[in-house]
């Protein structure tokens, strides 16, 4: 069986040469090759349609890629919001669980906090008035002054308006 090596199909070669056979040669014109082949617009002596289309299709492609690169961006620049969010989150968590540790460690070096709940429960009762007047003539002796004058002081503060 003979490979057809010609750019023309089978049924345009055979129309022609049965036209020759029968003697219909002059009544026939021979078949032009390839359809519309020479109609102006597909003419394959003036533009080479795969090369046209290869164009076409990489500029559809680049269309299609540059659609979809948008996107693709803004989801990358949220991801890495994200992350950025999530790691400062993560800094500060351990920053928290840091400080909650060393109050826990300060507690349980203070007998559990108990002189904190002592200070806390005069800071709330009536004796609250004779905690701070001590506190002030205790600083007050600290710093070389007449401890008269720190309570005096502490009494004007107390009613001050």
């Keep these: 069986m003979a490979i057809n090596r010609t750019p023309y199909s089978v049924a345009q070669e055979a129309l022609g040469m049965s036209s020759m056979q029968r003697g219909l040669g002059g009544m026939t014109s021979p078949v032009r090759p390839g359809p519309n082949a020479y109609d102006g617009l597909s003419n394959p002596a003036v533009q080479n349609y795969q090369e046209y289309q290869n164009q076409r299709l990489a500029q559809q492609d680049m269309r299609q890629n540059i659609g979809t690169a948008a996107p693709q961006a803004a989801a990358d620049a949220m991801g890495k919001v994200r992350s950025q969010t999530a790691m400062q989150s993560d ?12 109050l826990s460690e ?5 007998d559990s906090g108990t002189e904190l709940m002592r200070l806390n429960s005069v800071m709330q009762s009536p004796e609250r008035a004779n905690f701070l007047h001590g506190a002030a003539v205790a600083k007050a002796m600290s710093a070389g002054m007449n401890p008269d004058l720190a309570g005096e002081v502490f009494t004007k503060n107390l009613y001050n308006v």
Excluded: D
């Design 91 to 102: 800094a500060n968590s351990r920053a928290q669980s840091f400080a909650s540790q060393r």
């Design 106 to 110: 300060a507690l349980y070096a203070n």
